[in-house]
């Protein structure tokens, strides 16, 4: 693939990376139906009824219901081909339900790696690694976290 690819590929990532940490659900997902296919392919487990770009809109609501400060920070970007990779700090501070668990008020930071196809200059398929297990300790539900 061409470096001009690669750039509209990192300037598509961008998009979604701002109007994520703008916290505004209608921008996230407007960005969403105009860069991701509609039948995109996640492959991270998530506990969601909704597939594709419906799927990654509810991710983010959810997320902005639990953290609603929540913010995303790209410590590495690498482009290659058709793919684009991301390591991240997530920060925010638990203000909403969380997979049953009430509110804490207990600020969080975890980090997550994504991956992510593109077919035409959209994200057709993504992967997700998210350090869940030292959230939950960070919200006091596994040993270890903080008090």
């Known amino acids: 693939m061409s470096a001009t690819q690669e750039t509209r590929e990192k300037a598509a990532f961008g998009r979604l990376h701002d109007a994520v940490n703008s916290g505004d659900m209608e921008l996230i997902a407007k960005t969403i ?41 790209v410590e590495d970007m690498i482009a290659e081909g058709d793919r684009l990779v991301c390591r991240n700090t997530v920060t925010g501070t638990h203000r909403g339900d969380f997979m049953g668990l009430p509110p804490t008020g207990r600020s969080v930071a975890y980090n997550e790696i994504f991956i992510f196809r593109f077919a035409d200059g959209r994200i057709a398929e993504t992967w997700g690694v998210v350090d869940v297990a030292g959230l939950m300790r960070q919200l006091g539900v596994l040993p270890g976290g903080s008090a």
């Open 33 to 73: 139906d105009e860069i991701v296919e509609p039948d995109a392919l996640i492959r991270t487990p998530l506990p969601i009824d909704a597939t594709g770009a419906e799927a990654l809109k509810h991710v983010w609501a959810r997320l902005f219901q639990t953290f609603p400060d929540l913010h995303v920070e």
